[in-house]
């Protein structure tokens, strides 16, 4: 059995902005805190600059979080916007490349931590981490975010090739993203896993604001409503049921008109990490209601096991990482064959089901979804350098 890190050993992690929303590498950190010294930089993510409201809003959120500097989130952890310039031009991967590595080179010195293990869920990091002193490399691949709406997709497509070729492994979600990667040698599965205790802690505790105003059949999805939404496959399920509920948990980032007009779509908005079981509770039938494109076939939705933990019945559209987990989720593959089985899933919405799917993810935990990576970064060999500029 590996040795466990001691506390000195330093986890430097790209991702998401911290604390911003629960994602699976999110979930992953908060397991290996107390093992690791952690460094989380957050990055101004993948999307193509546009003018627009929300490009304005993050663009001023990321100046005002660069003037804090380094935070520490508790004593072994330190959060860091770190400055870049939107990705694209050679020119701006240089600078950023010039700009990271100073800034985290004067972090890991002036805290002093060893060379790091690097984590990225990012595919354009490679070009930001030259320069950068490191242990070691790990892509934990969580998607194919070139299919994201908004990306550049040829400039990520170039980006994750470069990464590819430096990361030492590549941890994917997907059979799918195992498959892209094959032809590396150094790729292996590592589907998401699930908070068991919170979505297993869904009960008859359901806000008075869901009892008194949405009428049932209550039908919902909780995340981000977005381009990669199926509108139309919304629509066909609440025409079907039009005196019922469907409704809607989360932030919105689009949404077509014509959908918010229909009268019993219900939008509540986005509710604490720590409220969402009370919400589902209120729930009949779970929706995993996306566009069936490249992108989400080649995906593992991280609510899929949200879902299952919380033993609502749930339909999903029909793609290869929620096969996985038949007879205890209905898919389904055109709309028509959606609408019947949210009607059937209606019918299972008993004990003895709510069981059997909460036992179907039993073993996908976050507590071993954490051991597993925490053997992984354990297993790669030691290449420390000194740190320089």
């Known amino acids: 059995m590996a040795n466990r890190p001691s506390s000195k050993d330093t986890l430097l992690v790209f991702a998401d902005d911290w604390g ?11 397991r290996l805190r107390g093992e690791y010294r952690i460094v989380w930089a957050n990055t101004i993510g993948t999307r193509r600059i546009r003018l627009n409201a929300f490009t304005w809003r993050r663009g001023w959120e990321k100046l005002k979080n660069w003037k804090k500097g380094i935070v520490a989130d508790r004593e072994d952890m330190w959060v860091i916007d770190v400055p870049m310039l939107p990705f694209g031009s050679h020119w701006a991967r240089a600078c950023n490349r010039r700009l990271v590595t100073s800034k985290l080179v ?11 293990v690097i984590l990225t869920t990012l595919p354009n990091i490679a070009d930001l981490i030259q320069d950068l002193p490191r242990q070691s490399f790990i892509y934990y691949c969580t998607d194919d975010f070139s299919h994201w709406p908004g990306a550049d997709r040829p400039s990520l497509q170039r980006a994750e090739l470069n990464t590819i070729e430096e990361a030492d492994i590549i941890l994917a979600v ?26 297993g802690s869904v009960s008859a505790a359901i806000p008075p604001d869901v009892t008194n105003d949405l009428p049932r059949p209550r039908i919902g999805f909780f995340g981000l409503i977005y381009e990669k939404l199926d509108f139309e496959l919304l629509a066909c399920v609440a025409r079907r049921f039009s005196s019922g ?3 809607l948990i989360g932030p919105e980032d689009y949404c077509p008109v014509w959908f918010r007009e229909l009268p019993n779509v219900q939008f509540v908005g986005q509710k604490p990490y720590a409220d969402l079981p009370s919400w589902i509770s209120g729930l009949d039938v779970l ?15 991280l609510k899929l096991r949200e879902c299952l933990a919380s033993g609502k019945p ?26 019947a089985q949210v009607e059937h899933a209606l019918t299972e919405v008993d004990e003895i089901h709510a069981s059997a799917r909460r036992k179907s993810v039993e073993n996908d935990g976050w507590d071993s979804r954490s051991a597993t990576l925490r053997s992984c970064i354990d297993s790669l060999s030691t290449k420390s350098e000194p740190l320089a500029v």
């Not at 911003?20 to 908060?30: A, D, G, I, T």
């Not at 997907?174 to 896993?193: D, I, M, N, R, W």
């Not at 069936?292 to 995906?299: F, G, L, V």
Request: hydrophobic share 40%.
């Open 106 to 116: 004067r972090i890991i010195r002036g805290l002093e931590l060893n060379d790091p």
């Open 314 to 339: 749930t339909v999903s559209i029909d793609i290869p990482e929620v096969r996985r987990y038949l007879p205890w989720i209905r898919v389904a593959a055109t709309h028509d064959e959606f609408v």
């Open 20 to 30: 911003r929303h629960p994602s699976s590498c999110q979930h992953l950190v908060k």
């Open 287 to 301: 929706l995993l209601p996306y566009v069936n494109d490249e992108m989400i076939r080649q995906s593992d939705p």
């Open 174 to 199: 997907s059979v799918a993203l195992v498959e892209k990667f094959a032809l590396t040698g150094k790729c292996q599965y590592f589907p998401h896993g699930v908070d068991l205790g919170h979505f």
């Open 245 to 247: 509920s469907l409704v």
